[in-house]
């Protein structure tokens, strides 16, 4: 009996070598479409959404992707959306992946910024466009929230900013002519 097996033990009957031919590529092909997955496993994807008008209709999205698992930085992006006119993906450009956060501002009109540290990027989705970019423009109108990406692990998020309570009015203090209400 051939070591081999039978499909083996045939080509080396014939003069061949079972080592010469193809026959343990196809096990290999799998490993090595298999091993670049791994790769991607680690890498961080993800997403935090402002909604404009309480609709999935009009958004404001900032995506986190990370092209490999040891790269510290990711690519940053802004989706705007008021569908159906408008929808449009805006670069922000790579940044820490973690510990960054983005304020967002609504200055009316469908007109936002959204600001990092420093930089800010005026968007408007009336006809979706980048209105201005740049370390010198200054975020403004009313702030709306933050998006956080805190680290690797956690998901990245939007935390809308606190509205101030509405101040109840103070009781009407009894005057001198009115009696004290009687129990």
Not at 96 to 121: H, I, T
Not at 174 to 179: I, K, Q
Request: glycine content about 8%; aromatic content about 10%; overall charge negative.
């Amino acid at each position: 009996m051939y070591a081999y097996g039978g499909a083996c033990a045939a080509i080396v009957r014939g003069g061949y070598n079972c080592f010469q031919t193809n026959h343990f590529l196809p096990p290999m092909r799998k490993i090595l479409t298999v091993v670049p997955l791994f790769l991607l496993a680690g890498c961080v994807n993800d997403s935090a959404t402002f909604y404009a008008d309480g609709t999935r209709e009009h958004t404001l999205t900032v995506r986190r992707q990370q092209e490999f698992f040891w790269k510290e930085d990711a690519q940053y992006t802004l989706m705007a959306a008021r569908l159906p006119e408008c929808q449009r993906a805006i670069p922000l450009g790579e940044m820490p992946l973690e510990g960054l956060e983005f304020e967002l501002f609504a200055s009316g009109d469908n007109v936002w910024s959204l600001r990092a540290g420093k930089y800010v990027w005026q968007v408007e989705t009336q006809g979706c466009t980048l209105v201005a970019e740049g370390g010198s423009t200054t975020a403004t109108g009313t702030k709306l929230g933050t998006y956080t990406a805190e680290s690797k692990k956690s998901k990245m998020r939007f935390d809308a900013e606190a509205t101030p309570a509405a101040t109840a009015p103070a009781p009407a203090a009894a005057s001198p002519d009115t009696p004290p209400a009687q129990q």
